[in-house]
């Protein structure tokens, strides 16, 4: 079965820190792994997505992901938040089947303080 | 942004009364999902379509149902409204190819009192 677990329930930062937040989820078969982001008010947006190739994926604004196989893990960074990055993040995880479908993690709060 | 419309966008309805929330695409995407949100549980997924009169239950079906009898129509239907499902429903699309990105509606809000 799918399953995706965001370890971050909430983060708070100071703007130029880094951030890292993890994601690791369970599939038995080839996976498909995203990053979305939630700013207050709005719906989801996409902001990475790895399906094959170089495990290293950069997304929009920044940030990036890397994918490690070994591990299950799919964590987000970028290594100076703004003040704009405060939003709630979610890892998902779509299986190889052929039904599609998505599984979101239970989200981490992002609060960057100015 | 993605042709998406969800429909009604807020709705306070009252214990045991069905309810239907309808997602309408414009995209003739193959996938559709239903997920509600609630804090500390994040997005979980309801049900979801891999094409017409295909569904499947996701992680928290019970007490819901669905049907899809057109490409573009996916509706959610509460059989008998409770107070744990009051929460925000969103409708996601996702066009055929598994490496392909979900879009999202805006959501519903609704409340069961």
């Known amino acids: 079965a799918q399953s995706v677990s965001q370890h971050n329930h909430h983060v708070i930062l100071s703007e130029a820190a880094s951030l890292e937040l993890g994601c690791n989820y369970s599939?038995?078969?080839?996976?498909?792994l995203f990053w979305y982001v939630q700013y207050p008010g709005q719906h989801l947006q996409l902001l990475l997505k790895?399906?094959?190739?170089?495990?290293l994926v950069k997304g929009i604004k920044g940030f990036e992901a890397e994918f490690i196989k070994s591990k299950f893990s799919f964590n987000l960074r970028k290594p100076s938040v703004q003040w704009s990055d405060t939003a709630e993040y979610f890892c998902?995880?779509?299986?190889?089947?052929?039904?599609?479908?998505?599984?979101f993690g239970q989200g981490t709060t992002l609060q960057v303080k100015p | 942004d993605a042709g998406i419309t969800q429909s009604p966008r807020h709705k306070v309805t009252e214990t045991g009364t069905p309810v239907t929330l309808r997602c309408h695409q414009t995209?003739?995407?193959?996938?559709m999902y239903w997920y509600r949100q609630d804090p500390g549980h994040g997005l979980r997924l309801i049900h979801y379509?891999?094409?017409?009169?295909?569904?499947d239950k996701g992680e928290v079906s019970d007490g819901y149902s669905v049907s899809r009898s057109k490409t573009e129509d996916f509706l959610l239907t509460l059989e008998s409204a409770t107070s744990s499902q009051t929460s925000v429903y969103f409708c996601?699309?996702?066009?055929?190819?598994?490496?392909?990105?979900?879009?999202f509606g805006q959501g519903t809000r609704l409340t069961v009192v």
């Open positions: 996601a699309i996702r066009d055929r190819g598994l490496d392909t990105e979900a879009f």
């Open positions: 599939y038995g078969g080839t996976v498909n």
């Open positions: 790895y399906f094959s190739g170089d495990p």
């Open positions: 998902a995880v779509g299986g190889s089947g052929n039904t599609g479908k998505l599984i």
């Open positions: 995209e003739n995407h193959r996938y």
């Open positions: 379509s891999y094409g017409v009169k295909d569904t």
